[in-house]
């Protein structure tokens, strides 16, 4: 079975600190995708940052970045320079099927972005 | 303008009754879905649609029922409503069907069965 799994239910850290939420998934296929999304307290889901698994290079968006470590199917999300607008739950997500876009998620983190 | 909308936002019943969720998307994509999110923000998908067709349909109840009128559209219908049905329901819309798409989210409706 396919899973994902973040073992870190909650997070706090100051403003301007740096902070990593992981992720780990099972998977037997050898090209994917992984996906980081962040729903705020408005409720809306929206996507941080997507990771094409054939791609070495890790995917960075602005102060967001993800170490992904194939191998030992890990897809931890990187967020510097912390702000409050970041205060959130975060889902890692991965698609169960190749070709459609059936996405099983992670249980979240919830994290709070101290003043 | 909101690309992804659905209605209503909140909606409170009571159990037994029979409900309707409605979506739709301007963002001229071909690809709809339903997730379920319960109390402890675990979120699942139910259905999905391409251009009108189903394409996912994932093992929930029959009382559930999506209708897709068109590709910009898709509701879903939940009959004789239990209280185990209440969560955040959201609608979502991706450009095509690839599992690489990324997906667009509506802000969600709250149903609360009582």
């Known amino acids: 079975a396919q899973t994902v799994t973040q073992s870190q239910p909650e997070m706090s850290v100051q403003e301007a600190e740096t902070v990593t939420l992981s992720c780990t998934y099972d998977?037997?296929?050898?090209?994917?995708?992984l996906f980081w999304y962040k729903q705020p307290p408005s409720r809306q889901m929206i996507l941080v940052i997507r990771q094409e698994a054939y791609k070495q290079q890790n995917a960075t968006e602005n102060r967001f970045s993800v170490n992904f470590q194939k191998a030992a199917k890990s897809f931890s999300l990187k967020i510097s320079d912390s702000q409050l607008g970041d205060t959130a739950m975060y889902f890692c997500a991965f698609p169960l099927i190749q070709g459609a876009q059936k996405l099983v998620f992670g249980q979240g983190t919830r994290l709070t972005i101290n003043p | 303008d909101t690309a992804v909308s659905q209605t209503p936002k909140y909606l409170v019943t009571q159990m037994g009754n029979d409900k309707s969720i409605k979506c739709e998307q301007n963002?001229?994509?071909?690809?709809m879905y339903w997730y379920k999110q319960d109390s402890k923000k675990f979120l699942k998908i139910m259905f999905s649609y391409n251009n009108k067709e189903l394409i996912i349909n994932e093992t929930v109840p029959n009382r559930f029922s999506p209708k897709s009128p068109d590709k910009a559209h898709l509701n879903l219908h939940i009959n004789s409503l239990e209280l185990g049905d209440s969560a955040v329901y959201f609608c979502?819309?991706?450009?095509?069907?690839?599992?690489?798409?990324?997906?667009?989210f509506g802000s969600g409706t709250q149903l609360s069965v009582l």
């Open positions: 963002l001229g994509h071909d690809t």
């Open positions: 998977t037997s296929e050898n090209n994917y995708y």
């Open positions: 979502a819309s991706s450009l095509h069907r690839e599992s690489g798409e990324k997906l667009f």
